[in-house]
């Protein structure tokens, strides 16, 4: 108990201090970025802050009673599975910070998309990817090994690229001479008007 609880107060340390750290490393990278960028990264610290406790209600709420009632009660009638603190507390930790961390996947493809680190034809192009890469993420951040657990870290993954690829494909900059897609469809179809009236013709 002791260690578990020296354990808990150092996370609760961490927690209340990370926005002051946020803050601070705001502030000394807010002289590399142009207006634009600051505007819009002061924007979406709210939403940042909102997707991480997202992602920590989804894992308390959703994830640790499933996977703890496929634990402990696997197997009944032949033993009795029993769980210490210590790996307790250790599951607790690892999927509440992990999820967090997880559901911030769709704000960061955003935000990389809409500052142009990143093209969204690239996260396009590792769309094909995901499925295995979220299955062995989920082996990593899930400390037992059995596929339930797995499979609940792993479809939030695939389901928040999907996401934000999705937001990423919205916040692609304008290029010149790129049409709307509307405006392309109605290209072709008065192309393939004028190719049949001047083959008739």
């Given at each position: 108990?002791?260690?578990?609880?020296?354990?808990?107060?150092?996370?609760?340390?961490?927690?209340?201090?990370?926005?002051?750290?946020?803050?601070?490393?705001?502030?000394?990278?807010?002289?590399?970025?142009?207006?634009?960028?600051?505007?819009?990264?002061?924007?979406?610290?709210?939403?940042?802050?909102?997707?991480?406790?997202a992602g920590?209600?989804?894992?308390?709420?959703?994830?640790?009673?499933?996977?703890?009632?496929?634990?402990?009660?696997?197997?009944?009638?032949?033993?009795?599975?029993?769980?210490?603190?210590?790996?307790?507390?250790?599951?607790?930790?690892?999927?509440l910070f992990?999820?967090?961390?997880?559901?911030?996947?769709?704000?960061?493809?955003?935000?990389l998309t809409?500052?142009?680190?990143?093209?969204?034809?690239?996260?396009?192009?590792?769309?094909?990817?995901?499925?295995?890469?979220?299955?062995?993420?989920?082996?990593?951040?899930?400390?037992?090994?059995?596929?339930?657990?797995?499979?609940?870290?792993?479809?939030?993954?695939?389901?928040?690229?999907?996401?934000?690829?999705?937001?990423?494909?919205?916040?692609?900059?304008?290029?010149?001479?790129?049409?709307?897609?509307?405006?392309?469809?109605?290209?072709?179809?008065?192309?393939?008007?004028?190719?049949?009236?001047?083959?008739?013709?």
């Amino acid at each position: 108990m002791m260690g578990v609880t020296i354990q808990l107060a150092m996370m609760g340390g961490l927690v209340v201090a990370f926005p002051v750290a946020t803050v601070c490393v705001y502030q000394l990278v807010s002289p590399l970025l142009d207006r634009r960028r600051r505007r819009f990264v002061i924007l979406a610290m709210p939403a940042v802050f909102g997707c991480y406790l997202a992602g920590v209600a989804f894992a308390y709420f959703v994830m640790l009673p499933v996977g703890l009632k496929f634990l402990l009660y696997f197997g009944e009638g032949v033993a009795v599975p029993l769980i210490s603190i210590t790996e307790y507390m250790r599951l607790i930790t690892a999927m509440l910070f992990w999820l967090g961390v997880v559901f911030e996947l769709p704000l960061i493809m955003f935000a990389l998309t809409k500052l142009r680190f990143v093209k969204y034809e690239q996260f396009q192009r590792m769309h094909y990817y995901v499925p295995a890469a979220a299955f062995i993420l989920g082996a990593l951040i899930t400390p037992s090994f059995d596929i339930v657990n797995q499979t609940l870290v792993s479809v939030p993954i695939i389901l928040l690229y999907e996401a934000g690829l999705f937001l990423s494909r919205l916040a692609r900059p304008k290029e010149k001479g790129r049409k709307p897609i509307v405006q392309k469809v109605k290209s072709k179809v008065a192309l393939m008007w004028w190719q049949f009236i001047s083959f008739w013709l």
